[in-house]
């Protein structure tokens, strides 16, 4: 699983570390059954180090920042990446842009998480199967789905860029895209989030 948006400090880093976080703490185990979560820019800061922000925001949730640095967005990820969630409706152009069939597991993460309240998780495999085949199975009926559950307004898929702004702008960005993992994890795990 993928996670990109423009630098590759912000978002995107945000996006990766709560979604392991909340992998782990739902299965218990990190890392999640062969799931590797990962993530890049579009402009990735090759090696930069996460905004101080981004890491504030992510110890805000209990979610680990250390050891992140930033990655330029490069052919291997998209090639090797089962699911690419992106920031926004540009950054997923440019990843299907660089093509390798990219097509048809590329949405934004708030594009996604609406597809995925729509589908049934009895049809996915069982947890037996593996987080991994089960993300998989998620993919597909989620790409079947796109073109019916169109986004109530174009900027209604967008998570917008908090580079620069104060902690309380990065915090609300932190919020969600937290509430925008959730259905997503959720699906994946089978196991919903402690309320």
Not at 29 to 38: D, H
Not at 69 to 85: M, S, Y
Not at 89 to 94: N, S
Not at 113 to 135: F, K, Q, Y
Request: with cysteine; charged share 20%.
């Amino acid at each position: 699983m993928l996670h990109v948006s423009t630098g590759n400090v912000c978002r995107s880093p945000i996006t990766e570390r709560l979604n392991r976080h909340a992998l782990a703490h739902r299965l218990g185990q990190v890392p999640a059954s062969g799931l590797i979560v990962e993530s890049a820019g579009t402009w990735g800061h090759e090696g930069a180090p996460m905004e101080a922000n981004a890491a504030a925001v992510l110890a805000d949730f209990g979610a680990d920042a250390t050891g992140f640095t930033g990655r330029e967005l490069l052919d291997e990820h998209v090639i090797r990446a089962d699911l690419v969630l992106t920031a926004t409706r540009d950054h997923r152009a440019q990843v299907i842009s660089m093509g390798h069939s990219a097509g048809l597991r590329t949405f934004t993460l708030k594009e996604f998480t609406r597809l995925v309240r729509a589908i049934d998780p009895a049809t996915l495999p069982p947890l037996d199967d593996g987080v991994a085949e089960r993300a998989r199975a998620l993919v597909r009926a989620a790409a079947a789905l796109r073109g019916w559950l169109l986004a109530p307004s174009p900027d209604a898929d967008e998570v917008h860029d908090p580079y620069g702004a104060p902690i309380t702008f990065f915090r609300s960005i932190g919020d969600e895209i937290n509430q925008a993992l959730d259905p997503v994890v959720t699906a994946l795990t089978g196991v919903a989030a402690p309320r």
